[in-house]
């Protein structure tokens, strides 16, 4: 076991316990971790701090850096156990997210491809403590990263001291998945040589100074993945509204008819658009995107992917068993890369990426909300969405037009919290219908999202506004005083229906 | 004269009069023109054509394309004589602004860097017409751009007639300064080779298919130049601050010691900023920017500037004539590339640009407004700000705190537009300090914002709010029905100051 797992003989004299590694970390420490999405993150030296504090009634608090979200052992843990004083950049748990919206923990939100080089740059506080997990040390002290690949390298290369954790429920095999290739500051940099989403361009190991290393723990844990919402009519719905139009593009000579790389965003929705492609006539798909979920494995199992490379492998339980069950296969489909590749704007517009994100809500000049539900309630965060929206060949964003029941109209006068401006949004989708938004102006987009992505439970709201906007004859046909009423609604009588 | 401007003896048969010209132009045209900042665009052709509606009452409306900004002579007569009816992507014309804030402008605001490759894609309407401004033409039929590259490649590509305007106020000696290399569609990009912001990668011609050519117009009509304000106490007090953080970051090793290119923005603001410069102990300044305004060349005076990369050159009238004068020194330090190169993000994250840009409004969470007065009230439109501020290495943003005599506070609760997240602003500067927003969540922002900013007569209103705010304990300390208060004021009273 040990053998198979640290080649590097000298290395193995670092194992201890979980318990152990844990005490390394002592109170105002900034940690950054391995992980992207509950994939690939640590598990045992958490769970063993937050266990021991528990306990013991310790006052320790965090800085925690991560590539994008892990898993509920680390920012449930220790959101639960008040241990987060600082969040960076990204986060997805239910206790972490309620700490946020609490005020007990400060987040820091940040565009997913920067994180590596706002570390690089040193414009965040120093890494005392990196904590990686890993398949295996290879001979020459390397480490093989597991699910996912994220800021693993910049951690690995930026902080001072280093804990390993070798999980023994990620398979050997995943060896050869990963292509580590990362950038020198600034004035430093070349090309980045990827002319194609298939592309290998470095290692599939990380060098690591095996100086920094304080502790190395065993664990079988396995990733917390989460089981997303099956596609259902909206998602349908919307999936096939996008492939009418993938066809009239394609037709009109906007999109090569060999297709062009897509990225796939986060969650339920996201998943379920890619499902519909599986019903579709395309196949030889490539995928240059951030999170590889349940679909994109399935449309791998039915032939359709020529390639899909992401930073994260992210399914669902039984996805997860599914890819490590025939986890060669899938390896010679999958690249994952650190997320300072997977998700940079030069290889985004080179490939020229059709970019799929999924919008909390959007307004009907087109910006776009994806992270805060009534201005600050942080859900997630805005994660890869803005590298992708801006940099791509065309950005579209899903949305279904309700949330809550039909409470709540996800189109809007105007969103409560801006994440991508008008600049970044061509085409909206909902279940209602498309907007095309490219060339309009802001009236122009204004009357394309109401007549064609708008519920028909809230049309009269938003044409009565545009309305009395439209009066103003402004540039942009906004009610300042008016703007935010349908928010002010909803919390007095929990919807935004007129009553 | 003819002789020297035109080699190609056989397109010689193509020159006509302005009023010939102008006579190709047909009502629900879509005509885009070369032009970047009032230089470099077509003159004749449109004063001709205006002229012509004017005395024959004509009903002529078309669709205007340019680069970004254009003089008078096109965006102010066509917009003057309700010629114009849509407009595209960037302007700073008092006539073509009234007309969009009028409504009858559709006035739609694009990324500088995204409109080339938005006409490639054919997501904007065809180009009937291109009219472009060249110095030149040569012996192959290839033409010389003169003071601004912009589109003028992509129009010369894509419109299917032309129309070349050569202008003799334009110097022959021109020929040199640009370097013109285009991008393919994907999936047939490869990297772009600029790996420092003197490299020249392309032609100093552009190749032109001369069947197109309808029409070759001599003029010389000078660029339109607009003087910028001079620089004051406020901005010279920004640029001090400025120059004191540059200071401050290269000592704790953030930015190297021999700095990085800059981005300088466009307006009287960033103009006095970089005349800063001038008094500064740095020298060997490198700019990959966008317009080289009066500041630029002053540097390049005293010696201070390696290289200046741009697309149009923008200096005072007296700038000018001096650029003319010594166009041959100013040739060598001074590249001029099309905007899709010049406001490329592979290239400003590559060479780790710092970008500095103007706001019209900031808010407390770290959002700008750089376009939009009130929500809706066009200033100039986002122009390349995006393009830089997202892939900097370090985005920063200047704005004096008040506006209109104290009136105004440029620091307010929450912006009336948003064209820069939180996510893509760092640092953000006005007479009164500096705030550094890295690493910090909403509540810490909107204190430190407040604290440095903020104008002191504006500071209680904030801090109320503020605190106010912070009560919800939300992610984002923000007050949706509060949060425009201060412009319900501003419009009611005339000042945003409480009664
Ligand atoms: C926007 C995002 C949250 C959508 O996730 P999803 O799983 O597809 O969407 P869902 O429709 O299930 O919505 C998630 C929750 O938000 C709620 N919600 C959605 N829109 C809402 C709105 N306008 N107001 C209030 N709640 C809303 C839903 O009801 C649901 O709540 P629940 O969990 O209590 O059921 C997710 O895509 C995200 O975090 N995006 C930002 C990051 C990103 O885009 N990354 C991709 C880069 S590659
Ligand atoms: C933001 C921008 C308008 C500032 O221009 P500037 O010349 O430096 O700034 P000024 O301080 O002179 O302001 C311009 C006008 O806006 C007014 N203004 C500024 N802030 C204001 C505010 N918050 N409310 C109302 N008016 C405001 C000023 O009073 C001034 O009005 P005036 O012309 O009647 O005197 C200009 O930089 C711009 O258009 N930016 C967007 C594009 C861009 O950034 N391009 C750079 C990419 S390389």
Redesign the interface.
């Known amino acids: 076991m040990i053998e198979d797992r640290i080649k590097d003989i000298e290395l193995r004299k670092k194992i201890t316990t979980a318990e152990n590694a844990a005490l390394f970390i002592k109170n105002g420490m900034t940690i950054a971790t391995s992980g992207f999405t509950p994939s690939g993150y640590p598990k045992a030296t958490p769970l063993a701090l937050s266990k021991r504090i528990k306990n013991n009634n310790e006052n320790i608090k965090i800085t925690l850096i991560t590539g994008a979200s892990v898993g509920d052992e680390l920012d449930g843990e220790l959101a639960r156990n008040n241990i987060t004083k600082?969040r960076?950049p990204y986060q997805t748990n239910d206790s972490c997210r309620k700490a946020?919206?609490?005020?007990d923990i400060?987040?820091?939100?940040?565009?997913l491809s920067?994180l590596p080089?706002?570390i690089n740059?040193?414009?965040?506080?120093d890494i005392d403590i990196g904590i990686v997990e890993a398949s295996e040390i290879t001979e020459n002290g390397c480490m093989i990263p597991t699910t996912s690949v994220g800021i693993t390298p910049t951690i690995v290369k930026k902080a001072k001291k280093l804990i390993i954790e070798i999980n023994t429920s990620q398979p050997i095999d995943l060896r050869g998945i990963h292509d580590i290739y990362t950038l020198p500051?600034?004035?430093k940099?070349?090309?980045?040589?990827i002319?194609?989403c298939k592309d290998r361009i470095g290692t599939n190991y990380i060098q690591i100074d095996k100086n920094k290393i304080i502790a190395i723990v065993f664990t079988d844990i396995r990733d917390d993945v989460k089981k997303l919402a099956e596609p259902n009519k909206d998602s349908n719905l919307m999936a096939e509204i996008f492939l009418e139009f993938l066809d009239h593009e394609i037709k009109?000579?906007?999109i090569?008819r060999?297709l062009?790389p897509f990225q796939s965003g986060v969650g339920s929705v996201s998943n379920s658009i890619l499902n519909g492609f599986s019903r579709s006539k395309y196949d030889k798909l490539q995928f240059y995107s951030e999170v590889i979920q349940d679909s994109m494995l399935d449309l791998i199992d039915i032939g359709k992917v020529q390639i899909a490379s992401g930073t994260a492998i992210s399914p669902s339980p039984e996805g997860l068993n599914k890819f490590y069950d025939d986890i060669k296969r899938y390896k010679s489909k999958i690249i994952l890369r650190p997320q300072e590749i997977s998700n940079?704007?030069?290889i985004i517009?080179?490939?020229?990426v059709i970019a799929m994100n999924t919008a909390i809500e959007v307004d009907i000049y087109g910006?776009v909300n994806s992270s805060?539900i009534?201005?600050?309630?942080?859900m997630n965060g805005?994660g890869g969405s803005?590298d992708f929206a801006?940099?791509a060949?065309?950005s579209v964003f899903f949305t279904k037009s309700t949330a809550k029941n039909e409470t709540i109209s996800t189109v809007v006068p105007l969103v409560?919290?801006?994440?991508?401006?008008?600049?970044?949004v061509?085409i909206i989708i909902t279940e209602q219908g498309i907007a095309d938004l490219?060339?309009?102006?802001?009236?122009?987009r204004a009357i394309s999202i109401i007549n064609n992505c708008a519920n028909p439970i809230y049309k009269d709201l938003l044409s009565d506004y545009l309305k009395e906007a439209?009066k103003?004859?402004?540039?942009?046909?906004?009610l300042?005083?008016r703007?935010?009423k349908c928010?002010?609604s909803l919390e007095k009588t929990d919807t935004m229906k007129r009553g």
């Open positions: 600082k960076i946020i919206n609490n005020g400060q987040f820091c939100d940040v565009h920067l080089q706002y740059y040193n414009y965040l506080e500051n600034p004035p940099r070349t090309p980045i040589p002319l194609n009109a000579g906007r090569p060999k062009l940079n704007p030069e517009r080179r490939l020229g910006n805060n009534m201005g600050g309630n942080l805005i803005g801006r940099n060949y065309l409560s919290h801006v994440d991508h401006t008008e600049h970044d061509n490219r060339g309009l102006s802001p009236k122009e439209m103003s004859k402004k540039n942009i046909p906004i300042l005083n703007a935010f928010f002010e």
